[in-house]
């Protein structure tokens, strides 16, 4: 029986990598002749420079940045093959970066994003993935800007605060290059499914702080309908706009970046669909399985595939909520840590998980059917 292995991380405890490893280890112990083919995902936060350069080939280029809340730390972005340059959000400015581990959401800001996008266009990379998940921040890519040349500035219009933007002065590389961001989220920059909204709390911020970072942004996307002439409505309603603490939008206006859904781009690198057609059963995971899966996560996009090539899915999670993606192959099931007793995000859960996947997969595929 072959399996198609394609998992997110589990945040805080194991890269996709491991998962993959580990979940592999489980059903070798109960099908030893089970023919694995890993494929450890990304959607554009944490693991996405992994990803991109399993998949096309590359190196890693160290780089020293500042980091969410100023201070210098150590950091790398990719170079693939064909020269395009590989930026992950999550190594310069993520939550892993915060000192302590400590978050500060008013505070943290993009800035060594810029920095290292900066580094990349004076290395001659005129082709840039950047990865906008797992930030610390909630700037709408202000900082980022700031260290790319852009003036930004405070006034009072009609009432309303409005950041001023001088683009007079941006770095000279962002005219010819070519940016794809890739968002793992597909939630808008304001309002109640917004950015600030919806992950401010889990970035540290209360209520209070919510309102102020909400107010930022507002500001913020007001400035960027002047320096780019499409309505702020527009700016900010874009899917993924919300990425990243806002990065999204923030891509778009400074980066000239196109917005896709990274999940779907990288599972296109990985060349997922027709791994999972010569499979005869698709796995895939999370740390936790709920709500937010559906907007654009490694999970939903995984099923998609699963459906597309009419092959039964099992997903591994940590914790489920009863949300599964309604797009999803018949059947699917999940097999979350309740249900296995707990301890499923422990080493020895995900390798017991496997061995369960390993006698699942027996009744829900027929291998001698798989042209």
Not at 4 to 14: C, E, I, Y
Not at 113 to 121: D, F, H, I, N, P
């Amino acid at each position: 029986m072959k399996f198609l292995l394609a998992p997110d991380k589990f945040r805080g405890t194991f890269t996709a990598s491991e998962v993959c490893a580990l979940l592999s280890e489980g059903i070798r112990q109960e099908d030893p002749g089970a023919v694995l083919d890993a494929a450890p995902m990304a959607d554009g936060g944490e693991g996405t420079l992994e990803a991109v350069l399993r998949a096309q080939g590359g190196t890693m280029v160290p780089v020293r940045a500042r980091g969410p809340l100023g201070e210098w730390i150590d950091a790398a972005y990719g170079v693939t093959a064909a020269g395009a340059a590989v930026i992950e959000s999550a190594r310069v400015c993520g939550l892993r970066c915060l000192p302590a581990g400590e978050p500060r959401p008013l505070e943290a800001t993009t800035y060594g994003l810029g920095q290292v996008v900066a580094t990349a266009l004076e290395a001659g990379a005129r082709t840039i993935l950047l990865g906008l998940g797992g930030t610390a921040t909630t700037d709408g890519g202000a900082g980022m800007a700031e260290a790319l040349g852009y003036r930004i500035s405070r006034e009072e219009a009609e009432g309303e605060v409005v950041h001023t933007i001088d683009a007079s002065m941006a770095h000279p590389g962002l005219a010819t290059a070519r940016v794809t961001a890739l968002c793992d989220v597909s939630h808008p920059l304001l309002g109640p499914a917004g950015s600030a909204a919806v992950f401010g709390p889990q970035k540290g911020a209360g209520p209070a702080e919510v309102a102020v970072l909400e107010s930022r942004l507002a500001a913020l996307a007001r400035g960027a309908a002047r320096l780019t002439g499409r309505p702020e409505a527009e700016l900010a309603g874009d899917p993924g706009a919300g990425a990243g603490g806002g990065l999204g939008m923030g891509a778009a206006v400074f980066l000239g970046a196109r917005l896709v859904p990274g999940a779907i781009f990288l599972a296109g690198l990985m060349l997922l669909s027709r791994r999972a057609e010569e499979a005869d059963v698709v796995v895939t995971g999370e740390g936790s399985l709920d709500s937010q899966t559906l907007g654009g996560k490694v999970v939903s996009a995984v099923l998609e595939l699963a459906a597309e090539a009419g092959r039964p899915a099992l997903v591994a999670a940590g914790r489920w909520d009863g949300t599964l993606p309604e797009r999803r192959p018949e059947p699917t099931e999940v097999l979350a840590g309740a249900d296995q007793g707990g301890g499923i995000v422990a080493r020895d859960g995900l390798i017991r998980l496997g061995r369960h996947i390993a006698r699942r997969a027996r009744g829900l595929a027929k291998p001698e059917g798989r042209c």
